[in-house]
């Protein structure tokens, strides 16, 4: 199996921008996690699906966050507007169950917003 | 509130056994997980344990796990340069079902 896929894997963009970013989860997996990773905050989960469907979002900041999970295979994280304190690294996450106790974490995104 | 506390760094030398120390707040724990980061790459799963467990041993790594006084330690035998990366404590609790995750120690291997 390929593992969890994200793209793109950088992202540069000015203040203002819409970013969206890819995800992938591993095939057969029905949970899927998005996390963010700062110096300052360390990770942080933001939002999670299980089979599709939003089970927890209360890490998502702010309403400029937004994620979908339109099928099993694939899932966006949306930032509209996009503001510098957002540059960070984005980790997509997948598992075999809502309390799976195994997540396989895709390579990131590391977003720089200018 | 569910918390997990690591110490920053550690440094050792190549050869040397490496302890990782992690302490966590939430008494209904369900699985304590190791994770290990490379530099710009994702969290690779390392190793986990059940909080009923006390010790699970695999190949270099024994996790030892001290349920009382909720401390968990990531023993790295004969550490090598390639065990360089910063290692992340992380608990799971079956109510949310959510990775509460340490601020990660990073580990520096001398040759």
């Known amino acids: 199996d390929a593992g969890v896929i994200q793209s793109p894997r950088h992202e540069v963009t000015e203040m203002g921008q819409e970013v969206t970013l890819r995800c992938k989860p591993i095939s057969g997996h029905n949970s899927l996690f998005w996390y963010r990773q700062t110096m300052m905050r360390g990770l942080e989960l933001l939002i999670y699906?299980?089979?599709?469907?939003?089970?927890?979002d209360s890490g998502m900041p702010e309403d400029r966050f937004s994620a979908k999970m339109p099928n099993a295979s694939f899932s966006t994280l949306k930032i509209q507007p996009s503001e510098p304190r957002d540059s960070a690294v984005y980790f997509c996450?997948?598992?075999?169950?809502?309390?799976?106790?195994?997540?396989?974490f895709g390579p990131g995104t590391r977003l720089t917003v200018t | 509130g569910e918390d997990v506390e690591q110490s920053l760094f550690l440094s050792v030398r190549e050869g040397d056994s490496s302890v990782i120390n992690c302490t966590y707040t939430d008494s209904s724990s369900t699985y304590l997980y190791w994770y290990k980061q490379e530099p710009g790459a994702g969290l690779q799963l390392l190793t986990y344990?059940?909080?009923?467990?006390d010790m699970k041993q695999d190949q270099r790594l024994t996790v030892l796990l001290n349920k009382k006084d909720k401390h968990l330690s990531l023993r790295i035998a004969d550490t090598q340069t390639g065990d360089s990366a910063i290692y992340f404590c992380?608990?799971?609790?079956?109510?949310?079902?959510?990775?509460?995750f340490g601020q990660g120690t990073t580990l520096q291997v001398k040759p």
């Open positions: 992380a608990e799971i609790t079956s109510n949310t079902g959510k990775l509460i």
């Open positions: 344990i059940f909080s009923n467990m």
């Open positions: 699906f299980n089979n599709n469907v939003p089970i927890d």
């Open positions: 996450a997948s598992s075999l169950g809502q309390f799976s106790y195994e997540q396989y």
